[in-house]
């Protein structure tokens, strides 16, 4: 009976260790689903979610009867756990449904980083326009097109002329009449591309690629003509010198067999060559931080954790810059007035950027602990201003906060209440007028107690118990 008991508990201990252990993984990848009920106008979502990677890879998401997939998006958040940043990757795919009704989305799976992911699929509900009764064409109009046959290579651009750091879309796409006599097959499509996008890609620029995982055709209007646009590059540039980009013309072999008439065996090598293109790039107007402040169409969206708190005590301050640019690459907000009445430690980043090929949009989130030192009215717009210009508008311009901390009350704080690196609060020492005062009366020798060491200790004591026990009834018998 004792060796039943002692099995009993050795299983449980190993059992019990297995299921703490194997909560924590890594790179662990899950899908969701947007919502499954909503308007027309709304885009369907897929989102794969990437715990703790550095790095953004490729996603191949699923094809879904009645809807067209209408560019991904990317998100990026960091955080701290016990003194280590982690990064999580949020990638999101965007589907437009063509008609409203109800579509079914069967079971998929999904390969992140070579493990399978799986999801049980949906029901989705489309609902009609609230405020028109057409539905949403799948056809693209590219009427600003210049056909050069029944089919023909063009790289285009979004824009003709830009400012130095301001974003450009570059497109290269093939184009087939629907009336095109011809058979046309892509053979060794990834090594031309390999050579094409080396000659296109602008130098000294920062790139935002949209990944482009499967060849297929699209229905287009090219001067009220019928096409079919085989989408092969899409990348948006933010160039970093004044020189003009000129993209050199480029060539593609594919093979070709006539539709009517007799079978061939060998099918006919065919090069399509598009046009050269060229970019403008305006300089700069003068300013103390031309070259430095970033490019693009923004806007403030901030947030105060509380309006009023006391001397000493520490207060979340979120600083988004929203808007149209090089989200990644935006730059902190610039801190004025150093040690004066508020403590600005360095800020917490994050930023979510989506791309529909033609411009980067989304936010990158700053957020700051300030601790006051001294009562009265802190007003933010004293200690942070973001400046950029805006191409639209063609100057410059300053993001200031809108928002006033409340510091102090009817008297002084008898404690202070410390911000951990989690954002919670817990109770400090008497501090006074300032958050550093009695901090030599701190014992910093009362450390947490860690509850997985507790329970390792728990159970090693057990263990030992237990062979001991083993060891008396073996020398008893």
Not at 9 to 33: H, K, P
Not at 120 to 126: E, Q
Not at 404 to 425: R, Y
């Amino acid at each position: 009976m004792f060796f039943d008991i002692f099995r009993k508990f050795f299983v449980l201990y190993f059992y019990c260790g297995f299921a703490v252990f194997g909560q924590v993984t890594d790179n662990v990848a899950t899908i969701e689903l947007g919502e499954t009920d909503f308007p027309i106008e709304r885009p369907f979502t897929i989102s794969v979610i990437i715990a703790n990677s550095e790095t953004r890879p490729t996603i191949n998401f699923p094809d879904i009867t009645g809807f067209t997939k209408k560019g991904t998006s990317a998100s990026v958040t960091t955080s701290e756990l016990s003194g280590k940043t982690i990064t999580n990757q949020v990638i999101t795919q965007n589907y437009q449904a063509r008609l409203p009704g109800r579509y079914r989305l069967p079971p998929f799976s999904i390969v992140v980083n070579n493990e399978t992911v799986e999801s049980d699929g949906a029901t989705l509900t489309v609902q009609p326009s609230l405020t028109s009764s057409s539905p949403l064409s799948a056809t693209l109009s590219t009427n600003d097109i210049v056909p050069t046959g029944a089919a023909f290579l063009s790289l285009r651009s979004s824009k003709a002329a830009i400012y130095t750091g301001e974003g450009v879309a570059l497109t290269l796409s093939f184009f087939v009449a629907d009336n095109y006599p011809f058979e046309l097959n892509f053979t060794a499509l990834n090594t031309q591309l390999q050579v094409i996008i080396k000659k296109i890609r602008p130098v000294n620029s920062w790139e935002e690629n949209l990944a482009i995982n499967e060849l297929k055709p699209v229905p287009a209007i090219v001067k009220e003509k019928k096409f079919r646009e085989y989408r092969l590059y899409q990348s948006i540039f933010f160039p970093l010198s004044n020189q003009a980009l000129n993209l050199p013309a480029v060539s593609l072999q594919l093979g070709r067999r006539p539709v009517i008439g007799p079978p061939q065996s060998d099918a006919e090598k065919v090069v399509f060559t598009s046009k050269p293109l060229t970019i403008v790039i305006r300089p700069l107007p003068a300013h103390p931080l031309r070259g430095r402040a970033p490019i693009g169409t923004f806007r403030l969206e901030e947030r105060l954790e509380r309006q009023r708190i006391g001397v000493g005590q520490s207060v979340r301050y979120t600083f988004v810059v929203a808007g149209m640019g090089n989200i990644a690459t935006l730059p902190a907000p610039t801190i004025m007035n150093e040690n004066t009445d508020v403590d600005v430690f360095p800020p917490e980043k994050r930023h979510v950027l989506s791309q529909d090929g033609n411009q980067v949009t989304g936010n990158k989130t700053f957020t700051y602990f300030l601790i006051p030192h001294q009562n009265g009215a802190v007003s933010l717009a004293n200690h942070f201003q973001w400046i950029y210009f805006d191409p639209q508008t063609a100057r410059y311009d300053t993001l200031r906060p809108q928002l006033t901390l409340q510091v102090g009350g009817k008297g002084p704080l008898d404690a202070t209440l410390l911000a951990s690196g989690n954002g919670e609060i817990g109770q400090g020492m008497p501090v006074g007028n300032s958050f550093y005062t009695g901090i030599e009366a701190m014992d910093s020798s009362k450390q947490p107690i860690s509850v997985s060491a507790l329970i390792r200790a728990i159970a090693n004591v057990l263990i030992v118990i237990m062979l001991l026990g083993m060891i008396f009834v073996f020398i008893k018998k």
